[in-house]
């Protein structure tokens, strides 16, 4: 799924991805070998300024160093923003091509998002039809009657933000060559990496980023739900040290570190999203009939085996971390191959990032 091309892109045999988290930035560096592609080397670096937005020039220092923790193998670099920098919906819309569903969307925000967008750049992504056993789902009648539709995901982000990210990295020596909004990373990197899940099963993908948390619903390979709540790591761990009258740092040693003395303390942290979560999973069951069974979490608290029992408990679903860097060949230098096992989870947008550019 890529989104809003700076040009019209190639397939490039070195791939970089740069995950533009809020405190922490987590890039990739993917090589193309054959049919396959290689992990090389990842980064995760401290964001400069994570409680403000980065000026232009902060972030065109910010990308430089990132580039070089990468080994600036190529200036083509894919951006992946988040949730506060892109909108992204599923709607349907005329059976017209995505140009024109730009056009639409530019003049007519409000009808099909349900909010103003002004000065917003859009793109589309038109979903394929949905095969079932090896033929194409027939049409909806009530659908096809009058004009056709077509189910597609949109997204929309200010034209100054995505001028800033492209004259961000010319200024470094770079080309952004794709912004990409980064709720698609951990889907595109989920397919790869668990392709019999994706394809025959109904599950929920969530990502816990540092302020917010995604929850994307997949059947059998299809996107049906997309939710973003506004609980993150952040928030896991400034209540864990309020609480407990630790420092942050000590606070998020500890969440991560699965200390048995302070889980009655971090459980009323998790309750929340777990309460949220949880909402957005009975909205899909009531409405299909139909339990989620399965819940897949990546993000830097899924390292936290308590808080994937906590969640499991909360949502009444099996809660299990994956690696979204499972499906790629190993490439990676001495410190960072002892490491990947580790920090996978937290690289699902990065990687999915890379693939969205990539393909």
């Not at 091309?5 to 740069?18: E, G, L, P, T, V």
């Not at 923790?69 to 190529?74: F, K, Q, S, Y």
């Not at 299909?288 to 906590?310: C, H, N, Y």
């Not at 009444?316 to 001495?334: M, Y």
Request: net charge negative; hydrophobic share 45%; charged share 20%.
């Amino acid at each position: 799924m890529p989104f809003l091309n700076s040009f019209s892109r190639k397939k490039r045999d070195q791939i970089i991805a740069i995950d533009l988290g809020s405190r922490t930035t987590k890039a990739v560096h993917l090589e193309r070998r054959g049919n396959s592609l290689a992990l090389c080397r990842y980064a995760l670096l401290d964001a400069p300024i994570y409680e403000k937005k980065m000026s232009p020039e902060l972030l065109s220092e910010h990308l430089r160093s990132v580039v070089e923790a990468l080994g600036n193998p190529t200036p083509y670099v894919t951006l992946a923003i988040g949730f506060d920098d892109a909108t992204v919906r599923q709607i349907e819309m005329p059976h017209i091509p995505v140009g024109e569903m730009r056009m639409v969307l530019k003049n007519n925000p409000k009808g099909y998002l349900q909010q103003e967008l002004l000065n917003h750049v859009y793109d589309c992504y038109i979903f394929p039809p949905r095969a079932t056993n090896g033929a194409t789902k027939p049409a909806d009648p009530l659908k096809t009657a009058g004009i056709p539709k077509l189910k597609v995901l949109v997204t929309a982000s200010r034209q100054q933000l995505v001028s800033d990210f492209q004259m961000a990295a010319k200024n470094a020596g770079l080309i952004a060559d794709c912004i990409v909004p980064g709720m698609i990373g951990p889907l595109n990197a989920f397919e790869m990496s668990q392709a019999e899940v994706f394809e025959n099963e109904l599950v929920a993908l969530v990502d816990i980023g540092f302020k917010h948390t995604s929850v994307c619903i997949l059947d059998h390979g299809e996107l049906v739900l997309t939710r973003v709540v506004n609980i993150g790591g952040d928030k896991l761990t400034t209540g864990l040290a309020e609480a407990m009258n630790i420092s942050y740092g000590e606070a998020e040693g500890i969440k991560v570190g699965m200390a048995p003395e302070v889980q009655p303390v971090l459980e009323l942290q998790v309750l929340p999203l777990g309460r949220e979560l949880r909402a957005s999973l009975d909205f899909f069951e009531h409405q299909q009939d139909r339990p989620i069974a399965q819940v897949f979490v990546s993000g830097g608290s899924a390292r936290s085996e308590m808080i994937l029992q906590m969640l499991h408990a909360e949502l009444i679903a099996e809660c299990q971390t994956w690696n979204p860097t499972a499906f790629l060949q190993q490439a990676l230098p001495g410190q960072q191959a002892v490491e990947i096992d580790h920090v996978g989870s937290q690289l699902g947008v990065a990687v999915g990032a890379a693939l969205a550019a990539g393909n």
